[in-house]
């Protein structure tokens, strides 16, 4: 509840995806240059530790002090008290009160409006899609299909949910990986281990950013942070292994005791 | 009666008899302005947990008499030891009905009316019967719901300034142990909830794989078992932190994972506080912050004095200090801000008016993507959204927004800024030339 600020990143070891902290990174790029880019960034995967600059704390209270006292001005040239306000809204409810007012209108909250605006800036590559199950009014809740056209998973087709909070992007998405994957970093029920969905999430990051992660995932699946075990440890003590139970896994079958649908 | 009414009100008449150092211009003191405090001032006070309970008491006792509460939870035996309405006996009831008649027993003349639902279930309207909404909230999403709501009820002039008559005042309280706060906001002319969201802490989330694989402490053994082990065992069960079974079953699984790794520590209630994000609630903190946004209530109703400016943080972990910071608003804000007023005639199709935001002085605005309460009426990307927009852009706006005479929309694409594109969002207080409803410039407002 209190406004101390945003907090530090905590130094927590494992992948990160990391962003210049400060402004915010304008999406319309190509996304040959934005894979480049994530790929140096996502060094990450490969466990490396960098700090994140650090936020500046707020310092515009006082500069405001003069305009504040200036619109209090303005209310005050007015004659009436609040208490005299409510006495005339009162007599005006009385009088209202058989009227029937106009339908009450949903109000958008300010998390959606932010939504609306990455959704409408979606720059996506071909191996990305993106759908609205709800029609085009529910942009809270959809869904997106990525094909790997690189790495282990070439030729799969996996499947996201999205969950957006009225509150976003204060509060990173809830994702979910609806295909049953033999990944390291997802977890038979659909948990993914991406570092900007958790504990790296901050506003200036957006829709588009978090797919981008979710695609790097399949290009670079990364032992070192393993919510699947034995997946984890067969990439890395083992790679060979790794691609052929990721090619039994896709093309339906059995690794170890786990049963995977056909997803390619 | 006159002798028990002069005493009850000995402290208040204090303040609202005479006229103080701090009064504000329009302040006229007297009985009158005790009477229409009893009698016209209608205070919502929004949750009846530790906050509501006290803010409740306090407004009644400081000459409000006309209060409702709204509260969707019911009463828990662990909520005794400060929600101090509540009895033994009243636990599984509604904290909203008991708190209600709890304050009318003890209080007379007070008339309380409980509302036992959910802030989302009232309709718009509702929240506007009131004169000032008191908040005694615990969560974000819930203080920024009744923000946009008090908010859209704000309109502006021609000229971007807000019209008094439509500013819905809110107190807001929050308290986190011995830390609180207590701030004013008057929308269109202190920061809003939403001008200020950056001031909230994230949230402390874990890495899974952390959870997942290398656990160090008590809350990753709890979170471990709220979020990876539940699913892998109740697969289509959503967990429910309300439910006692769910956290009992949750806290089992976490000792278990303690056990595993050697991590002392796992307790039932700091399963609790891990799971529901629940910090121990201080009575007294509850008590100062309730006081502070109590008074600020009666100083917005009465303008006995001025109101604070804008921002009280309290805290008293270590001996005490407390402070009021004046934040800014953010005149861009999406929830508050006028937007930018544009007149239009009803004939303009949507495409026309987007070519209209690209010439627009204030805007220069291209590739723009339009919204209207909730209703998307143009998508640039992606293509999905874009095919399913586009048979829009021949149609009148104002048909498409309802017909209403005016009303806000909001509009995204790219801008100029210092010859730099730069994309944006923007607010637009659209209104209609010669339909029924605006008869002058002054009365376009909405938000």
Redesign the interface.
């Given at each position: 509840?209190?406004?101390?600020?945003?907090?530090e990143g905590?130094g927590?070891r494992?992948g990160r995806v990391m962003f210049g902290g400060g402004k915010r990174k304008?999406n319309?790029g190509d996304f040959e240059r934005e894979k480049r880019e994530l790929k140096s960034l996502l060094l990450l995967l490969l466990g490396f530790i960098a700090e994140l600059p650090k936020p500046k704390p707020?310092t515009?209270?006082?500069?405001?002090?003069i305009?504040?006292s200036l619109?209090?001005l303005?209310?005050?040239f007015?004659?009436?008290?609040?208490?005299?306000?409510?006495?005339?809204?009162?007599k005006q409810?009385e009088l209202a009160e058989n009227a029937n007012?106009g339908a009450?209108?949903?109000?958008?909250?300010?998390?959606?409006?932010?939504l609306?605006?990455d959704?409408?800036?979606?720059?996506?590559p071909k191996s990305c899609?993106?759908?609205?199950p709800n029609?085009?009014?529910d942009?809270m809740n959809f869904e997106v299909t990525i094909r790997p056209d690189d790495g282990y998973y070439l030729g799969g087709t996996f499947l996201f949910s999205f969950n957006v909070?009225?509150?976003y992007p204060?509060?990173?998405p809830k994702v979910k990986c609806k295909t049953k994957v033999y990944h390291p970093?997802i977890?038979?029920?659909g948990?993914?281990?991406l570092?900007i969905l958790?504990?790296d999430?901050k506003?200036v990051l957006n829709i588009n950013t978090v797919i981008y992660g979710l695609y790097h995932l399949f290009t670079e699946p990364n032992y070192e942070?393993?919510?699947n075990?034995d997946a984890a440890a067969v990439l890395r003590d083992n790679p060979k292994l790794f691609e052929s139970n990721v090619r039994r896994a896709m093309a339906g079958g059995y690794v170890g005791q786990t049963f995977f649908a056909r997803c390619m | 009666m006159a002798e028990t009414e002069a005493s009850r009100s000995r402290d208040l008449d204090k303040l609202l008899l005479r006229r103080g150092n701090l009064v504000g211009p329009r302040f006229e003191p007297g009985t009158e302005l005790r009477d229409d405090l009893q009698t016209y001032a209608r205070v919502l006070v929004v949750g009846a947990g530790g906050l509501g309970c006290e803010l409740l008491k306090d407004l009644a006792l400081s000459g409000f008499r006309n209060l409702d509460v709204i509260d969707m939870d019911r009463i828990e035996v662990t909520n005794l030891n400060r929600q101090f309405l509540f009895r033994l006996e009243d636990v599984g009831k509604p904290k909203a009905e008991v708190a209600a008649k709890r304050v009318m027993e003890r209080i007379s003349g007070a008339n309380i009316v409980p509302h036992f639902c959910r802030i989302e279930d009232k309709e718009i309207d509702f929240y506007n019967d009131f004169n000032i909404i008191a908040l005694g909230l615990d969560s974000l999403e819930a203080r920024s719901y009744i923000n946009n709501v008090a908010c859209s009820f704000l309109e502006y002039d021609s000229d971007d300034n807000p019209r008094e008559e439509t500013i819905k005042p809110m107190v807001d309280g929050g308290t986190e142990g011995f830390k609180g706060h207590a701030r004013v906001i008057l929308p269109g002319i202190t920061p809003c909830f939403e001008c200020t969201i950056w001031l909230f802490p994230p949230q402390v989330k874990f890495p899974l794989c952390t959870l997942a694989e290398t656990p160090r402490t008590a809350a990753h053994c709890i979170e471990y078992a709220h979020l990876i082990k539940w699913n892998e065992v109740h697969g289509g069960t959503a967990f429910d932190p309300d439910n006692p079974k769910h956290m009992k079953w949750v806290y089992d699984e976490a000792v278990k994972r303690a056990e595993l790794f050697g991590i002392p520590g796992v307790t039932y209630s700091l399963t609790q506080g891990v799971v529901k994000n629940i910090i121990p609630a201080i009575a007294s903190t509850n008590a100062i912050i309730s006081a502070a946004c109590a008074l600020e209530t009666l100083k917005i109703a009465t303008e006995c004095s001025k109101t604070m400016s804008n921002y009280l943080t309290y805290n008293g972990s270590e001996g005490l200090h407390t402070k009021v910071a004046e934040f800014e608003r953010d005149k861009d804000c999406l929830v508050c801000g006028p937007g930018v007023l544009i007149e239009l005639d009803p004939s303009i199709t949507l495409q026309k008016f987007m070519d209209l935001l690209e010439e627009h002085p204030k805007l220069r605005l291209s590739k723009a993507s339009v919204t209207h309460q909730g209703k998307n009426l143009y998508m640039q990307a992606p293509p999905v959204l874009e095919e399913m927009t586009r048979p829009n852009l021949s149609l009148p706006v104002f048909d498409l927004m309802g017909k209403l005479s005016k009303d806000v929309v909001h509009v995204n694409g790219m801008t100029s800024k210092n010859d730099q594109k730069v994309s944006c969002l923007r607010k637009l207080r659209l209104v209609f030339k010669g339909v029924d409803g605006v008869t002058d410039m002054d009365t376009a407002g909405g938000a």
């Open positions: 509840m209190m406004g101390e600020g945003l907090s905590k927590e494992h304008e319309n707020p515009k209270l006082c500069s405001s002090i305009i504040i619109s209090f303005c209310v005050f007015s004659t009436r008290t609040m208490i005299k306000l409510f006495k005339v809204k009162e409810r007012g009450p209108i949903k109000k958008q909250s300010a998390g959606e409006l932010r609306h605006k959704i409408s800036e979606l720059n996506l899609a993106i759908q609205f029609g085009k009014d942009l909070s009225p509150i204060h509060e990173a970093n977890d038979l029920e948990n993914v281990c570092n958790r504990e999430w506003p942070d393993p919510l075990h | -």
